[in-house]
């Protein structure tokens, strides 16, 4: 299926999935990842790797973390180069005073929204969908 660009039709159609781990990111300022832990997603930055992680991965090793939140995917296939979703998106949840962190893979975009914000976040998700 081809990816998506049309701004009403990504809202319409991006149907999000919840996660069920909780995940939190912790920073490696030596960027060496312990040999246990599974991210779901890293960034090298100058300051060091960060790694979203399972919350039960980092409390189990001792890691030190922030940001507990959940994983929401949104399953539309959106484009790369798609103008003005995630602003979108983002824009809602600010309003509502929801945080949002948000990674964009090759299909899909997911945000992480706090632990205690799910249902919020789902609920503004919801709206904007219903009005595209």
Do not use: W, Y
Request: with cysteine; aromatic share 6%.
């Amino acid at each position: 299926m081809p990816a998506k660009h049309h701004l009403p039709t990504l809202l319409q159609q991006m149907t999000p999935s919840v996660h069920p781990e909780v995940f939190v990111f912790c920073c490696f300022p030596d960027g060496q990842l312990p040999p246990a832990l599974t991210p779901v997603c890293t960034f090298h930055e100058a300051e060091g790797l960060t790694a979203i992680v399972p919350l039960l991965q980092a409390q189990a090793l001792g890691l030190p973390h922030q940001f507990e939140s959940h994983l929401l995917s949104l399953t539309v296939h959106s484009a790369l180069d798609a103008v003005g979703f995630l602003a979108r998106i983002s824009a809602a949840l600010a309003e509502q005073g929801i945080a949002c962190n948000v990674v964009s893979a090759f299909h899909h975009d997911h945000l992480f929204v706090p632990r205690d914000r799910l249902d919020d976040a789902l609920r503004v998700l919801g709206d904007l969908s219903r009005s595209g």
